[in-house]
């Protein structure tokens, strides 16, 4: 079974743009999470999504959004770049919501200069 | 409330000894407490997992001890090896995962 899918591995951008990134799950995974990893705050919740439905939303503001499509893919905007949004961005898979365990793509590393 | 307190944020041991990461937890609706561990430009990948029903659960060399008063949580390697030089981060969940802050272990040879 293929894993988690990110595309692309790495992006440059520029302040004040906008970013797409996108996540295929395992086949047959309904439920994808975004993360944001940096060295200085860990690995912080973006949100949650399980059969297109937003489910769960983290402390970001609203300049990160998401949406997931009826393959379970899902798709994260990230518009007005700032510098601070330079991260490691992780989407995860999982079967269900809610407790459950999650697969870990190996993440797009965004760069905003 | 949301907070997991990691601790060491480094770690250096010598192989074959004990390897022994520490988190805490304040939220006691959390009810689903897994360690995942990260090897450079990868992703995180589940390692073990346990649910505040049991005290200790063991997988090979990979232990996590449970204390549930304390909402204290651990993990232990046993007989580190160099391969398992990577960052370790214990999470717990309720609703959704909450990250610890991550640990650096490096197992030198």
């Known amino acids: 079974k293929a894993g988690v899918t990110q595309t692309p591995r790495y992006l440059i951008k520029t302040r004040g743009q906008q970013v797409t990134l996108s996540c295929s799950p395992i086949?047959?995974?309904?439920?994808v999470s975004w993360y944001q990893q940096t060295p200085g705050q860990g690995l912080q919740f973006l949100f949650e999504?399980?059969?297109?439905?937003?489910?769960n939303k983290g402390n970001f503001p609203g300049r990160f959004s998401g949406r997931q499509f009826s393959n379970s893919r899902s798709e994260m905007n990230v518009s007005t770049l700032e510098l601070g949004d330079s991260a490691l961005y992780l989407c995860?898979?999982?079967f269900g919501t809610g407790t459950t365990t999650l697969h870990f793509g190996n993440g797009t590393r965004l760069t905003v200069t | 409330q949301q907070q997991v307190k990691q601790s060491p944020q480094s770690l250096i041991v010598q192989k074959g000894g004990i390897s022994i990461i520490n988190c805490a937890y304040e939220?006691?609706?959390?009810?689903?407490f897994p360690w995942y561990q990260q090897f450079p430009g990868k992703g995180p990948a589940l390692l073990i997992a346990?649910?505040?029903?049991?005290s200790e659960k063991k997988e090979g060399r990979f232990t996590i001890s449970f204390n549930k008063s304390a909402k204290q949580f651990s993990l232990h390697i046993m007989d580190s090896q160099p391969g398992d030089s990577a960052t370790y981060f214990c999470?717990?969940?309720?609703?959704?995962?909450?990250f610890g802050e991550g640990t650096q272990l490096t197992v030198n040879p």
């Open positions: 995860a898979s999982s």
């Open positions: 086949s047959g995974h309904r439920s």
């Open positions: 999504y399980f059969s297109e439905t937003q489910r």
């Open positions: 939220n006691t609706a959390f009810d689903y």
């Open positions: 346990i649910r505040p029903d049991v």
């Open positions: 999470a717990a969940s309720s609703s959704r995962l909450t």
